[in-house]
């Protein structure tokens, strides 16, 4: 049982440190982070809260018993691995970030939403198809054929 007051959970340690590296790599991002959405797991402790605030970061924790609360970060992590972080063999932290930089960007306007009626959240250009005439559409393939993005070609 974890009282208040009682002895951190036992992998604390280890959990503030990563949180002191991750604040110094997001120092160094262009647009400064303003919030800290994170569950209410208990290794999460008062002192790795202190770590965010110290920076400026806000802290906010997913509500008590809800489980789907963030649900939509868990599916979107689960898209990240299935359709793309389980095809290719990540070589280090800046293969990463780049790998994740073009993921996002395919899955925000050009990957099809069921929810937005197969749209992306934020298309480039219009869908709608040619008035008359031939239809061509292109292929372009992302991170080495992993991902593929079919326009309508001009």
Same mark, same amino acid.
């Given at each position: 049982?974890?009282?208040?007051?009682?002895?951190?959970?036992?992998?604390?340690?280890?959990? $503030?440190?990563?949180?002191?590296?991750?604040?110094?790599?997001?120092?160094?991002?262009? @647009?400064?982070?303003? +919030?800290?959405?994170?569950? &209410?797991? @208990?290794? /999460?402790?008062?002192? #790795?809260?202190?770590? #965010?605030?110290?920076?400026?970061? %806000?802290?906010?924790?997913?509500? /008590?018993?809800?489980?789907?609360?963030?649900?939509?970060?868990?599916? +979107?992590?689960?898209?990240?691995? !299935?359709?793309?972080?389980?095809?290719?063999?990540?070589?280090?932290? =800046?293969?990463?970030?780049?790998?994740? =930089?073009? #993921?996002?960007?395919?899955?925000?306007?050009?990957?099809?939403?069921?929810?937005?009626?197969?749209?992306?959240? %934020?298309?480039?250009? !219009? !869908?709608?198809?040619?008035?008359?005439?031939?239809?061509?559409?292109? &292929?372009?393939? &992302?991170?080495?054929?992993?991902?593929? @993005?079919?326009? $309508?070609?001009?």
């Amino acid at each position: 049982m974890h009282l208040a007051g009682c002895t951190p959970y036992p992998g604390a340690p280890w959990v $503030l440190q990563r949180a002191r590296q991750l604040t110094w790599t997001v120092a160094c991002c262009p @647009e400064p982070v303003r +919030f800290l959405l994170r569950d &209410r797991n @208990e290794k /999460f402790t008062d002192q #790795f809260d202190d770590v #965010f605030r110290s920076d400026g970061i %806000e802290i906010i924790r997913t509500p /008590f018993r809800t489980p789907q609360a963030n649900g939509v970060a868990e599916r +979107f992590v689960r898209t990240v691995r !299935s359709e793309c972080l389980d095809w290719l063999l990540i070589l280090n932290q =800046e293969h990463l970030k780049r790998v994740l =930089e073009v #993921f996002v960007t395919h899955y925000n306007e050009h990957r099809p939403h069921r929810a937005l009626s197969l749209a992306p959240p %934020e298309p480039r250009r !219009s !869908s709608a198809a040619a008035a008359a005439g031939e239809v061509r559409v292109h &292929r372009r393939d &992302r991170l080495g054929g992993v991902i593929h @993005e079919y326009i $309508l070609a001009a």
